[in-house]
């Protein structure tokens, strides 16, 4: 594992992590196609536990330092966790499918299929444990939550769809860039 290429995922977390959907300001967060990448292109527990150290330090360091509301922060925090580990578990299979060889710059369909269940699986995960175990919910009961839980999930899966498919293109285009250059060259 090369520094150089795991710094872009370490610092398109840094950049996103302040905003869940983005704003006219703010690129929405990008942690779970980061963690999805992470486990697609490096086999690295250490990587995953640093992530998490990540997260936990962008955290703490927007809410005490710059003012971002703490509103998530609740005994359901934990579950962040088992929801990150689906990502990087779900990029880990998804390596079975990957192809850096050819000219097409999109994931297999079993990737892409790995990527949704695994993007669905880490929302049910994170959701719903804010759900049903946060002090913030008040009233709890199942049609609320469905109800909840619909308005957020088609930002949560577009969001993390459209970093993870850029995030493989733009890894396979520098994969690829040393053999455009000698070809150019030559």
Known sequence: MNVKTVLPLVALMGITRVHHFGSAFLLPDASLAVFFLAGLFFSSRNLFVALLVEVGLLDYVAITQFNVSDF?????????????FAMWFGGRF????????G????????AMATLFVATTSAFLISNGS?????????????????TQMTHYYLP???????????????FKLFKRLPNLMAQKTA
């Open 156 to 170: 949560y899966m577009g969001y993390t769809l459209m970093y993870a498919i850029f995030g493989f293109a733009v």
């Open 103 to 110: 000219t097409e710059l999109t994931l297999s369909i079993s």
């Open 130 to 146: 804010f759900y049903w175990l946060s002090d913030k919910i008040l009233a709890r009961d199942f049609s609320n939550y469905v």
């Open 72 to 84: 998530c922060i609740s005994s359901a925090y934990v579950f962040l966790i088992p929801t990150y």
């Open 94 to 101: 998804s390596a079975n499918f990957k192809s850096m060889q």
